[in-house]
């Protein structure tokens, strides 16, 4: 009996550490109170969003309708070199949290050692009356087996890890708001590439107008009809038409060059071929102001970083409190190879440590001064990424509103271009106005086709930028933040 009570002992220690380990200082995490709007002021009578049945959830840019589109955000999902980077900053803290995991579990190691020493070094005299050295030289044999335990009693392990893992969720969101920004950035490049496309066909087909009319006009001259000031002013029009569309070509190849460096290839080894067609503008649904912090991956970005501020409070606050290990060692030690490993030689020892700082000039109080501090700059930016994804969807709706009543109006000018066209060239060939009334028409004509085109590629981008701003997708159910984060490195 008398031998057991050295181990009940330390194990009766262990058991109240385990009940004690129970609790965890610091605040439980609460998401910090924001007001949050009823209804967007841009949007009146808007309802809540129906996900389109022939749509991939989280592919919205197939909204589009544009293949080669789709293809090249495939290519950028696969090969940008930011999101690469990004991609493997998000690895950097997966890996952190699960180091952090490990701290809660007993560490366990072995250790083999020979070491040759000696003890003293004086002279001594000898029973001969000769001085020798006083020093044996001898041999140590060793081969242990160590094992430490920290208790986590005060909860500190677990808040690191709490924070550990909100760092590395907020690296998943902000992984998933850069592979968003990059889509959009991609998008944008293409739509504005494809109107104009369509620019150079509409500026393409003028020239070829013109060029007719030059003719007619110059046939004209050689009859008589008109004077030289006639032919003069058609191949100014003309002209000034061609370096128009020539002008077109550096704006092309400078956004084929930038969609090329998204999906990760050298400018030289992309060309995306002029086609006709616009992709299609979407018909964007509405989604309620409660979804857009669960889906835009920036504002849980900004949660997250809250959430690893909090658990830090706690982990400062656990600093006043002493730290209690548990460690264990055994194994065998001998001074002969021979006799090494045998049951005399053994040897234990098992015991706690608890260890607690008695003075620190202030050290933990600052540090939890610190942690306070951080969390409040977190809250503050937390709270000023959903006003700012509220404000970004605000502007996209008034801007696309503003811009729909703009194109009806645009269109009724363009239709009335093009008849005022029609009828002054048909009075011009009947000889009833002079060509400088022609070409005024003319001019006012194809400005109004590249206004509309204009406007046309105002309103993809905006739809693009609306997009981004609710966050990607038409999600109706809000995302758990484990669903985030697997999300985070899907390659969509």
């Keep these: 009996m008398s031998t057991l009570m050295p181990i009940q002992r330390p194990l009766t220690l262990i058991a109240l550490a385990l009940l004690l380990s ?3 200082l610091g605040p439980d995490y609460q998401r910090p109170q924001q007001s949050i709007p009823v209804q967007f002021r ?17 592919r919205w840019w197939s909204l589009y309708g544009d ?15 930011n999101l690469a980077a990004a991609e493997a900053q998000y690895r950097q803290a997966r890996a952190l949290a699960r180091g952090a995991r490990a701290a809660l579990y007993p560490n366990l190691s072995t250790s083999v050692g020979v070491s040759r020493g000696a003890q003293g070094g004086g002279q001594s005299a000898t029973s001969l009356g000769s001085v020798g050295t006083g020093s044996a030289v001898s041999n140590s044999y060793q081969l242990g087996l160590n094992a430490a335990w920290e208790l986590d009693i005060w909860g500190k392990l677990r808040r690191s890890l709490e924070a550990s893992e909100a760092t590395y969720q907020a690296s998943a969101a902000e992984l998933a708001a850069l592979r968003l920004s990059q889509q959009a950035e991609l998008v944008q490049n293409y739509l504005q590439l494809r109107v104009l496309d369509d620019q150079q066909r509409l500026l393409d087909a003028t020239v070829a107008a013109y060029a007719r009319s030059l003719k007619l006009t110059e046939n004209q001259y050689r009859a008589g009809i008109v004077a030289k000031s006639d032919v003069s002013q058609a191949l100014t029009q003309l002209r000034s038409t061609q370096a128009q569309a020539i002008d077109l070509h550096w704006q092309r190849d400078q956004l084929e060059h930038a969609i090329a460096v998204l999906v990760g290839v050298p400018p030289s080894e992309l060309r995306i071929a002029a086609r006709p067609g616009l992709p299609t503008l979407p018909q964007i649904p ?3 102001p409660s ?23 706690g982990v400062a606050q656990a600093a006043w409190y002493p730290d209690l290990t548990l460690s264990a060692s055994g194994g065998y030690r001998s001074s002969s190879f021979a006799n090494w490993i045998s049951l005399p030689n053994r040897f234990w020892s098992l015991g706690p440590e608890l260890a607690l700082s008695l003075f620190d000039a202030g050290a933990r109080r600052a540090e939890l001064e610190r942690s306070e501090a951080a969390y409040d700059q977190t809250v503050a930016e937390y709270r000023q990424a959903v006003l700012a994804s509220f404000r970004e969807v605000e502007d996209n709706l008034v801007q696309l509103r503003v811009l729909e009543q703009e194109a009806g109006i645009q269109q009724q000018a363009l239709d009335a271009a093009r008849e005022s066209l029609r009828l002054i060239e048909n009075q011009y060939k009947a000889g009833t106005v002079d060509f400088n009334s022609v070409v005024n028409v003319q001019t006012t004509a194809l400005d109004s086709e590249r206004s509309s085109l204009t406007l046309l590629g105002n309103r993809l981008n905006a739809s693009v930028q609306l997009i981004a701003a609710l966050g990607g997708g038409w999600q109706l159910q809000p995302a758990s933040k484990e669903d985030d984060a697997r999300a985070s490195v899907d390659p969509q």
């Design 286 to 288: 509405l989604a309620l």
């Design 67 to 81: 293949a080669q589109l789709d293809a090249l955000v495939e290519r950028l999902n696969l090969s940008n070199q």
């Design 22 to 24: 129970g609790c965890a």
């Design 42 to 58: 841009q949007s009146e009578g808007w309802t809540l969003a129906n996900p389109s049945e022939n749509l991939e959830r989280g």
């Design 291 to 313: 979804q857009l912090l669960e889906r835009r991956p920036d504002v849980a970005a900004a949660e997250r970083r809250v959430i690893a501020a909090n658990a830090e409070i």
